[in-house]
């Protein structure tokens, strides 16, 4: 079973540019996340989908970061403007029941 | 405020040494989990532990969680290069996970 696909794998801007991380979960997987982890951090939640609905998104900053699911399977992660402290690494983990799997992350670094 | 404190931030040992990395709060969870997570990958799940007082084996690692359950740690035995990663331990609120900030581990042959 092929696991969570995401790209790019890594990404170097400069801050007030625009990126995009694209995440395609587990055939199946209803629920899809994307998490930000700073270096040093744990994964912190930013969004939650239940198919091509929100469930969560009250840590997102949604002056700048967007989020989208596409027909409820492929999902995109937008930071516009970039600033220096969004240098992490975006993870995007999906479930059909419980589990999480996660997928490999997209390492940003805003220079 | 980190609602889960890991420690040690870091720690590195030789191959064939034990290792035990901990995981603490003040709140009490109905479960507690620990991940993996190896360079360049995103974590994996090893073991979720709901009992107070539970003891959970996985070949060489053992789990436990505190009697009040506000509290566990993950002890490797014989500790192999392979076990180098970060270890982070999180609560699952609802499938919101919040994780402490990970001990890192390195095994050195």
């Known amino acids: 079973e092929a696991g969570v696909a995401q790209s790019p794998r890594y990404k170097i801007i400069e801050k007030r540019q625009s990126v995009a991380f694209w995440c395609n979960p587990i055939s199946g997987h209803a629920t899809l996340y994307w998490y930000q982890q700073i270096l040093g951090q744990g994964p912190k939640l930013l969004i939650q989908f239940q198919n091509n609905g929100v469930v969560d998104d009250s840590q997102l900053p949604k002056d700048r970061f967007s989020a989208e699911r596409l027909k409820g399977v492929d999902s995109t992660l937008k930071i516009q403007p970039a600033k220096l402290e969004d240098s992490a690494v975006y993870l995007c983990?999906?479930?059909?029941?419980?589990?999480?799997?996660f997928g490999p992350g997209t390492r940003l670094l805003v220079l | 405020t980190q609602l889960l404190e890991q420690s040690p931030q870091f720690l590195s040992i030789q191959e064939g040494e034990n290792l035990t990395v901990y995981c603490n709060s003040s709140s009490v969870f109905s479960s507690l989990q620990w991940y993996r997570q190896e360079p360049g990958e995103g974590p994996v799940l090893l073991v979720t532990v709901v009992t107070g007082g539970e003891v959970k084996k996985l070949k060489r690692l053992t789990f436990q969680f505190g009697d009040a359950r506000k509290d566990s740690s993950l002890h490797i035995t014989a500790a192999q290069p392979g076990d180098t990663g970060l270890y982070l331990c999180s609560t699952d609120s609802w499938g919101k996970l919040q994780f402490g900030a990970g001990t890192q581990v390195v095994v050195t042959p």
């Open positions: 983990a999906s479930s059909l029941v419980g589990t999480q799997y």
